[in-house]
């Protein structure tokens, strides 16, 4: 198993950034498809942005595109998420998981606990 610890969160004013940093506390995300979804107040959670287990592809929703970037550090054993000019819009927790080593697919099988991101107006 992987235990997933995401840090980063706070408030921040519209059009700054933020940078999310998730983190195995046990196991390794080496070789996990990983992603992070957001769940903001009243809403479902959603998914967000996506990184393959090597690295080498990135899937974003919509929303986020040109404004976040999601990559990986294997050598510190952490994935981020770099959120750039913010909307009010994208306040929520934001949620790290990982899929199990070699799997891929749409399936996430370990969450972090969230973190949250608030952007004022």
């Known amino acids: 198993q992987v235990q997933l610890v995401e840090s980063g969160g706070g408030l921040v004013q519209a059009g700054g950034p933020l940078r999310l940093s998730c983190a195995a506390s046990?196991?390794?995300?080496?070789?996990?498809?990983m992603a992070w979804f957001r769940q903001a107040p009243g809403k479902e959670r959603a998914f967000v942005a996506s990184?393959?287990?090597?690295?080498?592809?990135?899937l974003y929703t919509d929303s986020v595109k040109g404004r976040f970037t999601i990559s990986r550090d294997n050598a510190k054993n952490t994935v981020y998420l770099q959120m750039n000019s913010l909307k009010p819009e994208d306040t929520a927790v934001y949620y790290c998981?990982?899929?199990?080593?070699?799997?891929?697919?749409?399936?996430?099988?370990?969450w972090g606990q969230g973190t949250q991101v608030t952007v004022s107006s």
């Open positions: 046990v196991g390794t995300l080496v070789g996990r498809g």
């Open positions: 990184i393959s287990w090597t690295g080498g592809s990135a």
């Open positions: 998981a990982a899929q199990k080593p070699g799997v891929g697919g749409p399936r996430y099988d370990y």
